[in-house]
């Protein structure tokens, strides 16, 4: 992208701060946006880049400081008041109304006095496909996968036609198609005067459509410059302050890949509906088994019908073998208590209660081993649960009664795992285990995963991050269509091949 770092200054942040009790998130940072830039705010998770954004969005007041727009100080009193300015927001978590459809989302605060549901529904459908997303305008929010939820966030964002538009990871749920359809509407945006501040864990996603990188660490400002001037390890250096990148994503060839020791689950002819046809495989303890395709290529669906939260077909569903025993489960908890345990990709929604302390939500996993859960707390064995996971997963939190929602993205994954991992599971299956989690969480978590197979546990981990998957990964099945169609060693595999028998 050409940098526009001549163009006027349209946003300015000057000295902001904003503490939440007496947790600091922000400490006197500058923020500088300019008319039809690309702005990329980068940082680990705790970094204050989401709140410097809502702030920005009027979601929050800054404790001190002051913002400019075109040179006046603007003070937002809510979310109505930045976008009445022009100033839109693409939240991480999903913001949408899961009962009502994607055309009454996409037009929701903005309708006419008088409505009709065709002719919204053929306004949207129209807008839809003029970004290139395929979403059924007249579904509703509830039936939508996380891609096509955040495909809804996107469009409803760029309708308002807000000057400024604010992306919090816009494509952590995004195939390699869409996220090539997203990026061509950053263009598009962009070439219109559009200014835009884009958040991403994924480094290459800001080295190449960013004009200009801001990195935060601890809620301070730590640089800001031309994309082209940073490169992967300076930019992972200004965020943790060292380099990560061998850590992260280093070579399969650097290590030696572990053996297969006994067969832990066998999977043969699978099928559920559409989504899972006639899948076979099987799955070692010792080696790190990844799993590659595309969404809709049925990934995670078979991953949920293993672990009970998802039926095979009644009929013909084919046959799962857990350490050479036939079973089939309909709900989870038989599944958790013969040691299968399924760590969600949607942890906002399907892997903690946010509520809740980290204590509780540890706890709530190890009673679901039990028969019921209509049992007596322990609270003195709660708290040595939460300060034992704590320590083991190391996360950043006052004690164990802190709640969950006031934790980090990466803090709140490393809970959803130890939430499983208190289960003592046999066969342990990670569904993208680092998505929307900054860099220096995703070597721990790596690291984790890692300990987990030299202890001998069995281990899939589903991405849709090539990188991910052939650093992690002791061998690698692709899946396409429903079932898997290739599997390589991790030494045979390159993104080519892997992306090839992914999509042909």
Known sequence: MTERTNAPAL?????????????????????????????????????????????????????????????????????????????????????????????????????????RMRGINIAAQQFLQSLNFGVDPTATVASLGAAQRQMVEIARAVRQKARIIIFDEPTASLTPEEKHHFFGLMRRLKKAGVSIIFISHALEEALQHADRITVLRDGAHIATDLAKNFDRDKVIRAMVGRTLSGEIYGSADEREPRKRGRKVLSVQNLSMGSLVRNTSFSVFAGPVTGKFGLIGSGRTETAKIISGVLKRDMFHGGEIKLEGKTVRYRVPQPAVQDGIVYVTEDR?????????????????????????????????????????????????????????????????????????????????????????????????????????????????????????????????????????????????????????????
């Open 11 to 115: 946003l300015e942040m000057r000295d902001i701060s904003k503490t939440f009790g007496a947790s600091k998130a922000l400490s006197h940072v500058n923020l500088t946006v300019h008319a039809g830039e690309v702005h990329a705010l980068m940082g680990e998770n705790g970094a204050g880049k989401s709140t410097l954004t809502k702030i920005v969005a009027g979601a929050v007041s800054p404790t001190s400081g002051e913002m400019l727009l075109d040179g006046k100080t603007m003070v937002f009193a809510a979310p109505k008041d930045a976008l009445t300015a022009g100033i839109a927001m693409v939240y991480q978590e999903n913001s949408l109304v899961p009962a009502l459809t994607v055309a009454q989302n996409i037009f929701l605060g903005r309708e006419s006095f008088f409505n």
């Open 348 to 504: 906002k929604i399907e892997g903690f209660f946010e509520t809740m302390s980290i204590g509780n939500n540890i706890n709530i996993g190890a009673m679901a081993t039990k028969g019921s859960i209509a049992s007596v707390v322990n609270m003195a064995e709660m708290r040595r649960l939460a300060k034992q996971w704590i320590e083991a997963l190391k996360v950043k939190a006052i004690n164990g009664d802190a709640r969950v929602i006031e934790l980090s993205g990466g803090n709140q994954q490393k809970v959803v795992i130890a939430k499983a991992l208190v289960q003592k599971p046999k066969l342990i299956i990670f569904d993208e285990p680092t998505r929307g989690v900054d860099v220096g969480a995703i070597v721990e978590i790596h690291q984790f995963i890692n300990q987990l197979a030299d202890d001998g546990l069995a281990v899939i981990v589903i991405s849709s991050y090539l990188p991910e998957v052939m650093n992690i990964s002791d061998r690698i099945l692709v899946t396409r269509q429903g079932k898997v169609v290739e599997e390589f060693t991790a030494r045979e595999a390159t993104e080519e091949r892997i992306m090839y028998a992914a999509v042909h």
